[in-house]
């Protein structure tokens, strides 16, 4: 399946910018709906290592009134998430929509068929049941009226090479460079069986998988915020108005100069 991604899709500084505000400017109006409709939106995120997830998050985020949504950033249990079963540590962070109408999870319960698998840090009986599981449990969220959305940023092993370098290179960013990812990349093989396992096995009619070509962040960005727009103006019955040219043309224009007062890209 991922081998008939395009990953070279791109997009201009320019229409990066139109079409990002755009979908900026409808989503908000839509978080809105989700509060006056009580509904929850559960959006998951995984990808590769240097994928952009978390500069996908910042984008969709960016425009939404804080008190409505909440981030999950999602890593090996510890402490008492350690001591129940894998699922339970997401349960616990599901919330009423009169407190977060939209949850986001940088990485979720899939790393139990994925980074569990191919680690080793659970039995192959134990990652094969999880398919089921995680079907029930999604069925169970979209029953109970959530709105779940679910994203693989897929990037090249060339594209990701390159972002490692990048990361190794500019001190602000050599944080999110570690041995681990390294080790990870070896291992690149492996995990492209899982993740094509994985979209094979959970993407399902309740709750289908959209994969977005990543090697050009700003194409990823706004297929992502895109994707959240039509899939909420559906579920929500309220198509949100079409912001005017110039609205997104001053808004865009400000972020540009507010960009080049600091270092950075878009």
């Known amino acids: 399946m991922l081998e008939t991604i395009d990953l070279s899709q791109s997009l201009s500084r320019e229409d990066y910018v139109r079409k990002l505000t755009r979908y900026q400017l ?7 709906q989700l509060y006056v409709q009580q509904r929850t939106l559960v959006i998951v995120y995984e990808g590769w290592d240097a994928a952009g997830k978390g500069g996908n998050i910042k984008r969709v985020t960016e425009r939404l009134d804080p008190r409505g949504y909440e981030v999950f950033s999602i890593a090996a249990p510890k402490g008492e998430d350690a001591t129940h079963q894998y699922m339970w540590r997401f349960w616990r962070r599901l919330k009423p929509p009169d407190e977060k109408q939209i949850l986001l999870f ?40 959530m709105i ?21 290179q500019i001190a602000y960013k050599q944080w999110k460079l570690t041995e681990e990812d390294w080790r990870n990349r070896d291992k690149w093989a492996q995990y492209e069986q899982a993740v094509e396992d994985m979209l094979l096995r959970t993407s399902t009619v309740t709750a289908p998988w959209t994969v977005l070509a990543g090697n050009d962040k700003w194409f990823a960005r ?45």
Request: neutral net charge; contains cysteine; glycine residues 6%.
């Open 26 to 32: 409808q989503l908000r109006e839509l978080a809105y």
């Open 106 to 145: 940088d990485r979720s319960w899939y790393g139990r068929v994925m980074v569990e698998r191919v680690e080793g840090f659970c039995t192959e009986a134990e990652w094969k049941r999880a398919y089921r599981e995680i079907n029930e449990f999604e069925r169970q969220l979209v029953d109970f009226g």
């Open 148 to 168: 779940l959305v679910k994203f693989w940023i897929h990037i090249s092993q060339e594209e990701q090479l390159a972002r490692f370098q990048e990361r190794e």
């Open 222 to 266: 706004v297929e992502a915020l895109s994707t959240l727009v039509n899939v909420l103006a559906k579920k929500l019955d309220c198509q949100p108005a079409e912001p005017a040219d110039k609205s997104v043309r001053n808004k865009g224009k400000k972020r540009d100069e507010a960009r080049e007062q600091r270092q950075g890209g878009p």
